[in-house]
């Protein structure tokens, strides 16, 4: 079957730096997106990759290991806005899109 | 401003009823998705169009019917709303060139 996984749950300290992985196993791969979602709002677009390496985006990096079926979103100098969920999801050989359950990431001041 | 508008925002319905959750998008993308979001679960696909006067099937369909007469409108029905139907409805485009998804602000619904 396909599987993404994400821890559930994160907490992290304003001003600091967090890595949220993910672990995927599809059938076929054509891409890692994340998205981020605000509690009550819709998911919104933050990255995208499709080669392995890193991806960098002001504050964002998303990295992507294909071999390993890991990436990882990096955020740095965490704002209290940053608290949210962050959604991976790998697209297949179909091109369907594979959702992990997202992780919840508390920011403290 | 561009975008999905999905309507309606919020419904309480009685288990038996039938319900159409409207969306509508006016940024020309061919591939159009409805998907359902329920606490602790990643979002699951209930039907796709790849394009007008296409629909398919996604992860889980059953109970819930779509159609696709034209580019902008993506109607989902559930024919006999259940309980199990309880749930936060996104319904989304996606950019053929990026595949990036772009998501109305959802409708939450709860059956009783």
């Known amino acids: 079957g396909q599987n993404i996984d994400q821890p559930t749950e994160m907490t992290a300290t304003e001003g600091a730096i967090v890595q949220i992985n993910c672990t995927y196993q599809?059938?076929?791969?054509?891409?890692l997106f994340w998205y981020q979602q605000h509690a009550g709002e819709a998911p919104t677009f933050l990255s995208y990759?499709?080669l392995d390496g890193l991806e960098e985006k002001g504050r964002f990096s998303s990295f992507l290991s294909r071999s390993k079926g890991y990436s990882y979103l990096l955020l740095k100098e965490l704002q209290m806005k940053d608290s949210a969920s962050y959604l991976c999801?790998?697209?297949?050989?179909?091109?369907?899109?594979?959702w992990g359950a997202g992780t919840k990431l508390i920011i403290k001041p | 401003i561009a975008g999905i508008t999905q309507a309606p925002t919020s419904q309480i319905l009685a288990a038996g009823r039938r319900m159409t959750l409207r969306c509508t998008q006016d940024?020309?993308?061919?591939?159009m998705y409805w998907y359902r979001q329920d606490l602790g679960l990643g979002l699951r696909l209930i039907h796709y169009?790849?394009?007008?006067?296409?629909?398919g099937k996604g992860e889980v369909p059953d109970g819930y019917s779509v159609s696709r007469a034209n580019t902008d409108d993506f109607p989902l029905t559930l024919a006999s709303a259940v309980p199990s139907q309880t749930s936060v409805y996104f319904c989304?485009?996606?950019?053929?060139?990026?595949?990036?998804?772009?998501f109305g602000e959802g409708s939450r619904l709860t059956v009783l």
């Open positions: 989304a485009s996606s950019d053929k060139s990026t595949g990036e998804l772009f």
């Open positions: 940024m020309r993308h061919n591939a």
């Open positions: 169009s790849n394009t007008a006067g296409t629909t």
């Open positions: 599809t059938s076929g791969f054509n891409g």
């Open positions: 990759n499709v």
């Open positions: 999801a790998v697209r297949d050989s179909n091109y369907q899109l594979i």
